[in-house]
């Protein structure tokens, strides 16, 4: 799979937006981009994922640039309880379910 | 609410003993099961791929005599951590696909902690 690299850490302020990178420049054509992540002491948590288009839920959005070298994460109104670590992971989609989690973004939401 | 339940929470207990982790799928069945290990201000490293009615299939470096992993049936696979010592401290934490299908999000439990004294 795909190595991912992101900031170590960010902070944002609550109610604004959160826009998380990654950069996945070695992407094969079916690797799919999905984002997990990790409240302190807890199991991870499936945010969203994608292949090419752009998607959204009523979690996050996950924008893929064209070229999917890249892609964002946003948390449109960042909250208190967001903050956590942030994985960013590309997978093949077929077949192999494994994971492989990096060292991820520790995002904190301040007041 | 969970998909994915894990049992227990947190287990405390002395070198040398044995313990044992369920993970269960919550309303859905999970041929494969996935079991993490993840060390303080780490991050998670899988351990092994539980496979339902044959063998579980062993990242490298991790001993399958010590951790050995059990999935009898399609909504339960177990993780024992055999004669635990200090160093087998961590938090445990199990995945499944929610469904069949390359592109399906895994789900997680809520992770064991556990601590060898």
């Known amino acids: 799979d795909a190595k991912t690299t992101q900031p170590p850490s960010m902070d944002c302020a609550e109610g604004r937006a959160a826009n998380l990178p990654c950069n996945h420049s070695?992407?094969?054509?079916?690797?799919?981009v999905y984002w997990y992540r990790q409240i302190h002491s807890q199991g991870p948590q499936y945010i969203i994922h994608g292949l090419k288009n752009n998607e959204t839920n009523e979690m996050a959005s996950l924008i893929i640039t064209e070229d999917r070298k890249s892609s964002t994460l946003i948390l449109p109104h960042a909250t208190l309880r967001d903050t956590a670590v942030y994985y960013c992971?590309?997978?093949?989609?077929?077949?192999?379910?494994?994971?492989?989690f990096g060292a991820g973004t520790t995002v904190t939401v301040r007041a | 609410g969970a998909v994915v339940s894990q049992h227990p929470s947190w287990v405390i207990c002395k070198s040398g003993t044995s313990v044992k982790i369920e993970c269960r799928s919550l309303?859905?069945?999970?041929?494969?099961m996935f079991w993490y290990r993840q060390f303080p201000k780490q991050s998670l490293m899988l351990m092994a791929t539980?496979?339902?009615?044959?063998?579980?299939?062993?990242e490298q470096g991790v001993e399958k005599d010590k951790f050995l992993i059990n999935h009898a049936s399609l909504t339960l696979s177990t993780l024992t951590v055999t004669s635990a010592h200090p160093e087998d401290s961590s938090f445990y934490i199990c995945?499944?696909?929610?469904?069949?299908?390359?592109?399906?999000?895994?789900?997680f439990g809520d992770g064991t902690r556990l601590s060898i004294l």
């Open positions: 995945s499944a696909p929610l469904a069949t299908g390359g592109n399906q999000p895994q789900h």
């Open positions: 539980s496979n339902e009615g044959s063998k579980a299939t062993y």
């Open positions: 070695t992407i094969s054509g079916n690797e799919y």
């Open positions: 992971i590309v997978r093949v989609g077929l077949g192999d379910y494994k994971l492989s």
């Open positions: 309303d859905f069945q999970a041929t494969t």
